[in-house]
Antibody
């Protein structure tokens, strides 16, 4: 079955770079049509799609974060990555990765990230 | 960006009732609409994809309908475990946007 799990630093300082890893099983990101997406949710608030990476290496980023996002993958090790540069307190949220086939059909448990000095 | 307007923001209903949640897209999304359920402290879970297709394992009391810009999620015979926040999301065009959510509570 498909499972995903996010990992990250927990807390980091403003202006630093947030690096998150999504480790998954049950599918391959080299299989046609497969994708992994990143979505975040500030505590008590709604969901915001951040980025997606597809089996063919194509990536889509949310332009609201301008050029702060980089998404990548390591197909051999079944991992996807998200980097967010120049973080500030507004980036404090739970970050999810999700298997993507159009809709986000499997989600990780999420990792809470706090940006604080 | 495609804006997703979800209503109502909150809803209170009794056990056994039928409830409907609406989602309006700012442009035609050609049925590329998903519904998610999120229970407190948990990840969202996919209920409906492509507007009206029930995801595996989702009870049949959940159903989705709509086309163009207007979509709805219906829950028949409300159960206590349906107390959650529900989100719609369009996956027609990037950036893939969500509705603000509907908080469903028991009366």
């Amino acid at each position: 079955q498909v499972t995903l799990k996010e990992s990250g630093p927990g807390i980091l300082q403003p202006s630093h770079t947030l690096s998150l890893t999504c480790s998954f099983s049950g599918f391959s990101l080299s299989t046609y049509g497969m994708g992994v997406s990143w979505i975040r949710q500030p505590s008590g608030k709604g969901l915001e799609w951040l980025a997606s990476i597809w089996w063919n290496g194509n990536t889509y980023n949310n332009p609201s974060l301008k050029s702060r996002l980089t998404v990548s993958k390591d197909t051999s090790n079944n991992q996807a990555f998200l980097k967010v540069t120049s973080v500030d307190t507004a980036d404090t949220a739970t970050y999810y990765c999700a298997h993507t086939l159009g809709a986000f059909d499997y989600w990780g448990q999420g990792v809470m990230v706090t940006v604080s000095s | 960006d495609i804006q997703m307007t979800q209503s109502p923001a909150s809803l209170s209903a009794s056990l056994g009732e039928t409830v409907t949640i609406e989602c309006l897209a700012s442009e035609d999304i050609y049925s590329n609409l998903a519904w998610y359920q999120q229970k407190p402290g948990k990840s969202p879970q996919l209920l409906i994809y492509y507007a009206n297709s029930l995801n595996d394992g989702v009870p049949s009391r959940f159903s989705g309908s709509g086309s163009g810009t207007q979509y709805s999620l219906k829950i028949n015979s409300l159960q206590s475990e349906d107390v959650s926040i529900y989100f719609c999301q369009q996956n027609y065009d990037s950036p893939y946007t969500f509705g603000a959510g509907t908080k469903l509570e028991l009366k």
